[in-house]
Structure formats: structure tokens, C-alpha cells
């Protein structure tokens, strides 16, 4: 059965933001061991992304192949051929289009959206923004598993990854990594 990951960055206080601090640009560029173990390493196992319609927007303008140039790095385009090849669902009630390849637009309840994805053929899902969506996933108990970015920053501000849930969600430790800025990458599994 196809899997509904979140894979996402955040403070350590559980803003969905990117601050700088030392060492987060050392060295700059790519290879980023974060992106990588957030998303460099599951590309044979996932063929949906869903994004929230801001998230769209921006990932929309940015990483469609034609926006690459050879002069990138060699991630940057990887991702960019990864993205070409998903299939982009986008959970937005206001979003009258979705123009890039291999978009389209669920309206509506996002339990019954899911439902009806998860029953056709595929592979694994993944959230790959906003704040908002993941909420609303959370609250309704969809995702199976917690790829997260931790920054070693008490941001402070900013739009917030968790919130509004009515229950606890419990969650199992699957593996931890650890980068040299003090960055953390974990990745935690929904006991049922």
C-alpha cells in the first residue's frame, strides 16, 4: 500500500522556516547531505508530491527542468528530472490552474482526496509543503511518516509546522542523523 510521507525543514521550535546560522552555508552550495537525505534517496519510491497552493507556486516557478541551467549544480537539476517525473497534486480550494506537467487540483476534503488517491496505482506520497497542509494531514492522521530537517535555531516566529491537532500523534524513531552545522534529519514513523 502506497505511504504518505511529510518531508519537511524547521526550528527547533517548530517553525517551517530557513534561518541562517553558523555553518549553514558551509560549504556553500551542493551536495547539501540534508536535501540529500530528504529527498536524493527516496527518488525510486516516490511518484506524487503534494504541495499546498502557495508551496505550488513557488516550487512551480523554480524547479521545472526548463528553469535549470547547465551551469548548476548537479543536484539541483537531479531534483529538478525527479520533480518532471511526479505527478504534483496540489490540495487547493482557491487555485483555478496548475500548468506545470503533471499537475492537477483536488478540491474539496482532503480525507476523501487522499482516499481516492491512495486507491490508484503507485508508489509512495510525499508532502512536500506547506505548514498549513501538513496541519491539516496531521489533524486528519494521513501521514505515515515524519521526514524532518531540524535547524539548531530557536527561531521564534514564523509560520508554525504543528498545531491545532486535537489528539496526540505518537510516533516511533526510525533513524537519526546528525550534520556538522548541528543540523539535525530524522525520520519518525505514526504507531498505529
Known amino acids: 500500500m502506497r505511504r504518505i510521507s511529510l518531508r ?17 552555508d558551509d560549504p556553500p552550495g551542493y551536495p547539501d547531505p540534508n536535501f540529500t537525505d530528504m529527498w536524493h534517496k527516496y527518488y525510486d519510491s516516490i511518484d506524487t ?16 527542468i526548463s528553469k535549470r541551467s547547465e551551469r548548476e ?29 503533471k499537475s492537477r487540483i483536488i478540491k474539496g476534503d482532503i480525507k476523501e482526496g487522499i482516499a481516492r488517491l491512495l486507491e490508484e496505482p503507485g508508489k509512495d506520497i510525499a508532502i512536500g509543503g506547506g505548514p498549513m497542509l501538513a496541519q491539516s494531514f496531521m489533524r486528519q492522521d494521513l501521514i505515515d511518516d515524519y521526514f524532518l530537517t531540524i535547524f539548531p535555531v530557536i527561531y521564534g516566529q514564523g509560520k508554525p509546522l504543528f498545531g491545532g491537532l486535537a489528539s496526540q500523534i505518537t510516533l516511533k524513531l526510525v533513524s ?11 525520520h519518525y514513523e505514526r504507531v498505529k
Open 73 to 101: 549544480p548537479k543536484d539541483l537539476m537531479d531534483f529538478s528530472n525527479f520533480l518532471s517525473t511526479c505527478e504534483k497534486i496540489v490540495f487547493s480550494n482557491s487555485l483555478t490552474s496548475a500548468k506545470w506537467d
Open 8 to 24: 519537511m525543514f524547521m526550528t527547533l521550535d517548530g517553525h517551517a522556516e530557513f534561518p541562517k546560522y553558523p555553518g549553514y
Open 49 to 64: 508530491i503534494i504541495l499546498g497552493r502557495r508551496a505550488y507556486e513557488d516550487w512551480a516557478d523554480y524547479w521545472p
Open 176 to 186: 537519526l542523523q546528525k550534520y556538522k552545522a548541528g543540523e539535525l534529519f530524522v
